[in-house]
């Protein structure tokens, strides 16, 4: 009897216990925690996202590139939505009732009890007749938001665009990201998407049950702080590329200048371009789907994307291999009857022009094809014919070394790293051991099979205005208030190539500009060193020039391409001339030769547009042609193999039906 007394006692306590943890707990929920409280009322709650603005853009002096203005948008909120005249809203947003109800279908698929965009970036005037009314439509609210500006609507590839986000990208972000957020799509933007989108912020208001805003819900504890972006200091001069915007205007190219002693990118042009205010604003989605639509491709960024053979401006990076190989010297000499032979072929000089007896400077600063056939076979030939393959990849590797074939991880997207030719091409197409020096002769003039995008050639004459290294180019230098050098943008690339070897090839370059092909491009007073190129494509000429300046100390290297410009001294090279004295001197003087700015940026060198798309459609014709002849080489090859037959394929018309050019 006491042991069930003393049970009793037991399990009444332990109830006893449970209680007062219970009561404790409530008491602690209902009066001192106010969290649940909070929780419990979140249906009067109305959450107010606060869009951060991006980061600024600048140039290298400080100038603004990108900054933000505030536009309107109107978000709903499906569950909150009372009945109102749709009618009336739609006639205020300019939008039909079909529109209206395809707009509230995918606000509610996205989320009844969420906010999210309705109408994107109202006008001025409509925003203010909306918010005179905005209570009779309940659900919708006005929600303020910064979009991009462009004061000087220039650079427009390197800066790039932003657009909304998608559903993929959503639902990758781990909530970073929600319906009609914007993220970087392509240039700058993009790249640096993280520093430039800051971190949005949410203030929280009391409501009644008709939406009218009664007060800050819990005095903001809750509340965040829209954080802004990081702002992105360039390495652009803002003038300089404004100043090349206006020269390759009406002309289809690039124009890519670099700091030699940093890597630094002084200008990056590519046209045709467009204002980027065109990506930003109501009417963003009609000029976007014109200017994809556009034959001329203002989205392509050429100086990263755009593959061009080199033509004459690859002649130094020639020599240079070949002097530190010992297979001549300064003092090599050549004479030129106007053409060299090549196997059973002439390859004749620019017009046919008998150059005489040249050495390494006269070569350069004349042009001459033949020198430069001499060096290339001399560079293929020195393993002997049976070793042709093995020479050539010697070679390749050589020029791959100066940035060519391969990407020089520029902080932007889609680079491409341009063509430089295997000997397994080759091998293909001719079979193995079935070419030698004199099939690919017009590799050694910078032509052939050789593609090189435009900030590869600038990069190369930094290489030779540095006497052989490079720093790999770059286009931000800050973020935020902190110099930010990556580490691999402060270490010096050396090509392989012994600084004393320099000397004779850059002699021949301030000659080209001296007294040379570019003489007319002379600048008074400033000892510019350059090459002329001019590099034919489908029967159309590009007309190509590079070059960096002062001759000691440079300052600047510069590359520029106009496509079916014609020679290289005609417009690339006159339009590097007042490039590079802008910006070193900041202004133009006047030439002796008399060429002036205002010709250069008033002519119009684009094709008339049938005639440019049937260039394309060439262009991909040849390329659809040449991998067909591939193709059938690989499988003739095939079946030799198969048969142990030893018949010499057919060698492709389209390799030995270029023409060699050149420049004057």
């Given at each position: 009897?006491?042991?069930?007394?003393?049970?009793?006692?037991?399990?009444?306590?332990?109830?006893?216990?449970?209680?007062?943890?219970?009561?404790?707990?409530?008491?602690?929920?209902?009066?001192?925690?106010?969290?649940?409280?909070?929780?419990?009322?979140?249906?009067?709650?109305?959450?107010?996202?606060?869009?951060?603005?991006?980061?600024?853009?600048?140039?290298?002096?400080?100038?603004?590139?990108?900054?933000?203005?505030?536009?309107?948008?109107?978000?709903?909120?499906?569950?909150?939505?009372?009945?109102?005249?749709?009618?009336?809203?739609?006639?205020?947003?300019?939008?039909?009732?079909?529109?209206?109800?395809?707009?509230?279908?995918?606000?509610?698929?996205?989320?009844?009890?969420?906010?999210?965009?309705?109408?994107?970036?109202?006008?001025?005037?409509?925003?203010?007749?909306?918010?005179?009314?905005?209570?009779?439509?309940?659900?919708?609210?006005?929600?303020?938001?910064?979009?991009?500006?462009?004061?000087?609507?220039?650079?427009?590839?390197?800066?790039?665009?932003?657009?909304?986000?998608?559903?993929?990208?959503?639902?990758?972000?781990?909530?970073?990201?929600?319906?009609?957020?914007?993220?970087?799509?392509?240039?700058?933007?993009?790249?640096?998407?993280?520093?430039?989108?800051?971190?949005?912020?949410?203030?929280?208001?009391?409501?009644?049950?008709?939406?009218?805003?009664?007060?800050?819900?819990?005095?903001?504890?809750?509340?965040?702080?829209?954080?802004?972006?990081?702002?992105?200091?360039?390495s652009l001069d803002i003038q300089l590329q404004k100043l090349g915007e206006k020269l390759m205007r009406n002309k289809a190219g690039s124009i890519v200048a670099i700091e030699p002693s940093t890597g630094e990118i002084l200008a990056f042009v590519s046209t045709p371009s467009y204002d980027p205010n065109l990506l930003v604003g109501h009417d963003r989605s009609a000029n976007y789907s014109r200017l994809n639509d556009n034959p001329y491709n203002p989205f392509q960024v050429r100086p990263i994307q755009a593959f061009y053979p080199p033509g004459s401006s690859f002649k130094p990076l020639d020599a240079l291999i070949a002097i530190q190989e010992g297979l001549i010297t300064p003092q090599t000499t050549y004479n030129c009857p106007g053409y060299y032979?090549?196997?059973?072929?002439?390859?004749?000089?620019?017009?046919?022009?008998?150059?005489?007896?040249?050495?390494?400077?006269?070569?350069?600063?004349?042009?001459?094809?033949?020198?430069?056939?001499?060096?290339?076979?001399?560079?293929?030939?020195?393993?002997?014919?049976?070793?042709?393959?093995?020479?050539?990849?010697?070679?390749?590797?050589?020029?791959?070394?100066?940035?060519?074939?391969?990407?020089?991880?520029?902080?932007?997207?889609?680079?491409?790293?341009?063509?430089?030719?295997?000997?397994?091409?080759?091998?293909?197409?001719?079979?193995?051991?079935?070419?030698?020096?004199?099939?690919?002769?017009?590799?050694?003039?910078?032509?052939?099979?050789?593609?090189?995008?435009?900030?590869?050639?600038?990069?190369?004459?930094?290489?030779?205005?540095?006497?052989?290294?490079?720093?790999?180019?770059?286009?931000?230098?800050?973020?935020?208030?902190?110099?930010?050098?990556?580490?691999?943008?402060?270490?010096?690339?050396?090509?392989?190539?012994?600084?004393?070897?320099?000397?004779?090839?850059?002699?021949?370059?301030?000659?080209?500009?001296?007294?040379?092909?570019?003489?007319?491009?002379?600048?008074?007073?400033?000892?510019?060193?350059?090459?002329?190129?001019?590099?034919?494509?489908?029967?159309?000429?590009?007309?190509?020039?590079?070059?960096?300046?002062?001759?000691?100390?440079?300052?600047?290297?510069?590359?520029?391409?106009?496509?079916?410009?014609?020679?290289?001294?005609?417009?690339?090279?006159?339009?590097?001339?007042?490039?590079?004295?802008?910006?070193?001197?900041?202004?133009?003087?006047?030439?002796?030769?008399?060429?002036?700015?205002?010709?250069?940026?008033?002519?119009?060198?684009?094709?008339?547009?049938?005639?440019?798309?049937?260039?394309?459609?060439?262009?991909?014709?040849?390329?659809?042609?040449?991998?067909?002849?591939?193709?059938?080489?690989?499988?003739?090859?095939?079946?030799?193999?198969?048969?142990?037959?030893?018949?010499?394929?057919?060698?492709?018309?389209?390799?030995?039906?270029?023409?060699?050019?050149?420049?004057?």
């Amino acid at each position: 009897m006491n042991q069930y007394f003393e049970r009793r006692y037991i399990i009444g306590g332990i109830f006893i216990t449970l209680i007062l943890i219970l009561l404790g707990r409530l008491f602690y929920i209902q009066i001192i925690d106010d969290r649940y409280a909070l929780s419990a009322s979140k249906n009067v709650i109305r959450p107010d996202i606060i869009n951060p603005a991006r980061g600024t853009i600048l140039d290298r002096n400080g100038k603004t590139l990108v900054t933000n203005e505030l536009v309107y948008d109107v978000d709903v909120t499906p569950k909150e939505i009372k009945p109102f005249d749709t009618i009336e809203f739609c006639k205020l947003l300019g939008i039909d009732k079909a529109e209206f109800d395809k707009r509230l279908a995918k606000a509610r698929k996205y989320s009844p009890n969420l906010q999210s965009p309705f109408e994107k970036q109202l006008s001025p005037q409509l925003y203010a007749s909306l918010q005179e009314r905005l209570s009779e439509f309940q659900g919708f609210r006005v929600v303020p938001h910064p979009i991009r500006s462009y004061p000087d609507s220039t650079a427009a590839q390197f800066l790039g665009y932003i657009g909304e986000v998608n559903d993929n990208t959503i639902a990758k972000s781990g909530g970073r990201y929600r319906l009609g957020d914007y993220i970087g799509i392509s240039g700058v933007e993009k790249q640096y998407e993280n520093v430039l989108r800051g971190q949005r912020g949410v203030t929280n208001w009391m409501v009644d049950s008709k939406g009218n805003q009664k007060g800050s819900y819990a005095n903001g504890a809750y509340d965040t702080l829209a954080v802004p972006g990081e702002k992105l200091t360039s390495s652009l001069d803002i003038q300089l590329q404004k100043l090349g915007e206006k020269l390759m205007r009406n002309k289809a190219g690039s124009i890519v200048a670099i700091e030699p002693s940093t890597g630094e990118i002084l200008a990056f042009v590519s046209t045709p371009s467009y204002d980027p205010n065109l990506l930003v604003g109501h009417d963003r989605s009609a000029n976007y789907s014109r200017l994809n639509d556009n034959p001329y491709n203002p989205f392509q960024v050429r100086p990263i994307q755009a593959f061009y053979p080199p033509g004459s401006s690859f002649k130094p990076l020639d020599a240079l291999i070949a002097i530190q190989e010992g297979l001549i010297t300064p003092q090599t000499t050549y004479n030129c009857p106007g053409y060299y032979v090549a196997g059973n072929r002439r390859i004749p000089c620019f017009h046919g022009e008998r150059h005489g007896l040249v050495n390494l400077s006269s070569a350069i600063a004349q042009s001459c094809n033949g020198y430069f056939d001499m060096v290339f076979e001399k560079l293929i030939n020195r393993l002997g014919p049976k070793k042709t393959d093995s020479a050539f990849t010697a070679w390749r590797n050589k020029v791959a070394m100066f940035g060519l074939g391969g990407k020089l991880d520029l902080d932007l997207p889609g680079e491409l790293a341009g063509l430089l030719p295997k000997a397994s091409l080759y091998d293909k197409m001719y079979k193995y051991g079935g070419w030698r020096s004199s099939t690919i002769i017009s590799l050694g003039i910078g032509q052939g099979e050789l593609g090189a995008t435009p900030l590869q050639l600038a990069n190369i004459e930094a290489t030779i205005a540095n006497r052989g290294f490079f720093y790999r180019p770059h286009l931000i230098k800050a973020i935020g208030d902190k110099q930010i050098i990556r580490k691999e943008y402060t270490a010096k690339n050396f090509v392989g190539v012994d600084s004393e070897y320099f000397a004779p090839v850059i002699d021949g370059m301030q000659a080209v500009v001296d007294h040379g092909t570019a003489a007319a491009s002379k600048i008074p007073g400033i000892i510019m060193c350059g090459k002329t190129g001019t590099a034919q494509v489908n029967g159309e000429d590009n007309s190509v020039f590079v070059a960096f300046a002062p001759r000691d100390n440079p300052k600047i290297a510069i590359a520029v391409i106009v496509e079916n410009g014609g020679q290289g001294a005609s417009w690339a090279a006159p339009i590097a001339s007042f490039m590079v004295e802008k910006y070193l001197r900041d202004s133009i003087t006047a030439r002796p030769s008399g060429i002036d700015p205002e010709r250069y940026i008033n002519a119009n060198l684009m094709p008339d547009i049938n005639l440019y798309i049937s260039q394309q459609k060439r262009r991909a014709r040849l390329d659809s042609a040449r991998r067909a002849r591939v193709d059938s080489i690989k499988k003739a090859k095939a079946i030799q193999s198969a048969s142990n037959k030893n018949k010499k394929p057919v060698v492709p018309n389209y390799l030995t039906a270029i023409k060699p050019k050149d420049d004057e």
